[in-house]
């Protein structure tokens, strides 16, 4: 018997020459087959720690709830119900394979409508800064039916896999935050000699996503590497967190509720806030707008986010903690300058985009347009040290924009 036969792995007993690789110690070796099988009993024991009660104590609904009050200004119903969800989805996650009572927990997928700006996406993000498991914003614009020019619905999970640094145990217990859910609507409630493919096509597609099956997800994207091995993904334990502005669903709120009067007929919604129309929303009214009752059910969860009013807008601009006041005080701090904002200043910012009705992404337009020749000039002239915005500035720098002499409608 030759000396390598002699040598032998001392946890499965293979000879040398059976193994690929086989490492020495002082006083044992071990094959590479046992060092895999031993790695995965490691990272199996540490995922299952992972969620541990300890972790949960600090990630209770109304822990959650403050930490978003940091980034984002009001919604609070739409924080609360993502507080929850989040809350119990964790829960989920340790509730053991079986149980006396043979309950199992489902997953609550939720659908949030919200007008452009009012926060839907700063919610998602605000969520990713305090969770510890992977998330990831999928939008929904660029999806469509497999076989199309576009994205396949898989590629949702491809983020969410890349986010987990391709760990399936982490990846599995994720959340996705798909953005623009509204722009997969029906086109039309009659039928089409042509196929829907970036909109009902979706949504189908989605349905078994949503619900909780094993999805074979191209690692690096679906259509660039069709030779990759695909990576088997049970969606059963990841939330899905949608959102959409839903342009036009006020119309069909306003209909099931009969608020509209014609004529001599009495109007029944005499109590109806008609200027938010969106905090009356019901699943109803998704299968109007144009999603299919397959989606709505697996997304039972449906919230709102009420439009921005003034007192929001100003508060947007100068509370959280990435206000944008506290940005531009940050870019102009790092070039040695120190800047300030007159609240008077803020008032005539607010109005502005008050007028353009965009949230508070037409707070950064304005706020871009004002700061744009300071920026200029300021970082080239060592002699500057201080820049106080005042009213008036702002007023000359608006003046010289030929877009807000534009009537917003």
Same mark, same amino acid.
């Given at each position: 018997?030759?000396?390598?036969?002699?040598?032998?792995?001392?946890?499965?007993?293979?000879?040398?020459?059976?193994?690929?690789?086989?490492?020495?110690?002082?006083?044992?070796?071990?094959?590479?087959?046992?060092?895999?099988?031993?790695?995965?009993?490691?990272?199996?024991?540490?995922?299952?720690?992972?969620?541990?009660?300890?972790?949960?104590?600090?990630?209770?609904?109304?822990?959650?709830?403050?930490?978003?009050?940091?980034?984002?200004? @009001?919604?609070?119903?739409?924080?609360?119900?993502?507080?929850?969800?989040?809350?119990?989805?964790? %829960?989920?996650?340790?509730?053991?394979? &079986?149980?006396?009572?043979?309950?199992?927990?489902?997953? *609550?997928?939720?659908?949030?409508?919200?007008?452009?700006?009012?926060?839907?996406? !700063?919610i998602a993000k605000s969520i990713a800064k305090l969770l510890n498991v992977p998330f990831c914003i999928a939008d929904a614009t660029v999806l469509t039916e497999a076989? #199309?020019?576009?994205?396949?619905?898989?590629?949702?999970?491809?983020?969410? !896999?890349?986010?987990?640094? #391709?760990?399936?145990?982490?990846?599995?217990?994720?959340?996705?935050?798909?953005?623009?859910?509204?722009?997969?609507?029906?086109?039309?409630?009659?039928?089409?000699?042509?196929?829907?493919?970036?909109?009902?096509?979706?949504?189908?597609?989605? !349905?078994?996503?949503?619900?909780?099956?094993?999805?074979?997800?191209?690692?690096?994207?679906?259509?660039?590497?069709?030779?990759? %091995?695909?990576?088997?993904?049970? &969606?059963?334990?990841?939330?899905?967190? *949608?959102?959409?502005?839903? /342009? @036009?669903?006020?119309?069909?709120?306003?209909?099931?509720?009969? &608020?509209?009067?014609?004529?001599?007929?009495?109007?029944?919604?005499?109590?109806?806030?008609?200027?938010?129309?969106?905090?009356?929303?019901?699943?109803?009214?998704?299968?109007?707008?144009?999603?299919?009752?397959?989606?709505?059910?697996?997304?039972?969860?449906?919230?709102?986010?009420?439009?921005?009013?003034?007192?929001?807008?100003?508060?947007?601009?100068?509370?959280?903690?990435?206000?944008?006041?506290?940005? #531009?005080?940050?870019?102009?701090?790092?070039?040695?300058?120190? !800047? &300030?904002?007159?609240?008077?200043?803020?008032?005539?910012?607010? /109005?502005?985009?008050?007028?353009?009705?965009?949230?508070?992404?037409?707070?950064?337009?304005?706020?871009?347009?004002?700061?744009?020749?300071?920026?200029?000039?300021?970082?080239?002239?060592?002699?500057?040290? /201080?820049l106080k915005i005042t009213a008036a500035y702002v007023k000359a720098q608006l003046t010289k924009l030929s877009f807000t002499k534009l009537k917003v409608a």
């Amino acid at each position: 018997m030759s000396e390598s036969e002699k040598v032998i792995c001392s946890f499965c007993g293979k000879n040398k020459q059976d193994t690929n690789i086989l490492i020495a110690g002082t006083s044992a070796h071990i094959c590479d087959a046992c060092i895999e099988q031993a790695h995965e009993i490691v990272k199996e024991d540490l995922n299952d720690d992972l969620f541990s009660a300890e972790d949960f104590a600090l990630l209770k609904p109304k822990a959650i709830n403050e930490h978003l009050n940091d980034f984002v200004i @009001g919604q609070e119903d739409a924080k609360k119900v993502i507080s929850v969800a989040v809350y119990n989805h964790y %829960k989920r996650l340790m509730q053991p394979d &079986t149980t006396e009572e043979d309950i199992e927990i489902e997953k *609550s997928n939720i659908i949030m409508v919200g007008r452009t700006g009012t926060g839907k996406t !700063l919610i998602a993000k605000s969520i990713a800064k305090l969770l510890n498991v992977p998330f990831c914003i999928a939008d929904a614009t660029v999806l469509t039916e497999a076989g #199309y020019v576009g994205e396949d619905v898989e590629s949702i999970l491809t983020r969410l !896999l890349q986010a987990a640094n #391709y760990d399936i145990e982490q990846a599995r217990r994720g959340i996705v935050f798909i953005d623009e859910i509204d722009k997969v609507a029906r086109k039309s409630d009659n039928p089409s000699i042509t196929r829907d493919v970036s909109g009902e096509g979706v949504q189908q597609a989605m !349905l078994k996503l949503l619900e909780g099956t094993i999805v074979n997800v191209p690692p690096q994207g679906g259509r660039k590497h069709p030779d990759q %091995k695909m990576i088997a993904l049970d &969606t059963k334990d990841i939330l899905f967190i *949608s959102g959409g502005a839903f /342009d @036009g669903i006020e119309r069909h709120i306003s209909n099931r509720m009969n &608020t509209q009067s014609i004529g001599f007929k009495s109007n029944k919604g005499n109590d109806i806030e008609k200027d938010n129309l969106l905090q009356y929303i019901s699943p109803q009214d998704l299968k109007s707008f144009g999603l299919i009752p397959e989606l709505i059910g697996r997304m039972p969860v449906v919230t709102y986010l009420n439009p921005l009013d003034r007192k929001a807008l100003k508060l947007i601009l100068t509370e959280p903690k990435n206000a944008l006041t506290k940005q #531009y005080q940050k870019l102009f701090d790092m070039d040695g300058i120190a !800047l &300030t904002f007159d609240k008077k200043a803020i008032d005539i910012i607010v /109005d502005k985009a008050m007028e353009f009705k965009l949230g508070a992404r037409g707070l950064r337009s304005i706020c871009e347009a004002v700061m744009l020749d300071a920026m200029f000039e300021f970082p080239s002239d060592e002699s500057k040290k /201080d820049l106080k915005i005042t009213a008036a500035y702002v007023k000359a720098q608006l003046t010289k924009l030929s877009f807000t002499k534009l009537k917003v409608a």
